[in-house]
């Protein structure tokens, strides 16, 4: 399944470099529903030093 437009623009407008612990939102995160959305996400945004700890 390809993932569509409007998947990537909500990824790249919720999940990017740059992005401050307090910018990144858990529920955003939730609203991902597809293994190609979680695919997308983690091919292009890595953070190897870590983010914010969501558990």
């Known amino acids: 399944m390809k993932i569509s ?4 623009e ?3 407008a919720h999940f ?3 992005i401050s612990g ?3 939102e858990k529920s955003k995160f939730q609203e991902l529903n597809t293994s190609e ?4 996400l983690s ?3 890595n ?5 914010k ?3």
């Open 47 to 51: 953070w190897d030093n870590g983010i």
């Open 16 to 18: 990017h470099e740059g």
């Open 10 to 12: 909500f990824i790249n």
């Open 22 to 24: 307090a910018e990144l």
């Open 43 to 45: 091919t292009y945004w």
């Open 5 to 8: 437009d409007q998947q990537i």
């Open 37 to 40: 959305e979680l695919h997308y």
């Open 53 to 55: 700890d969501w558990h």
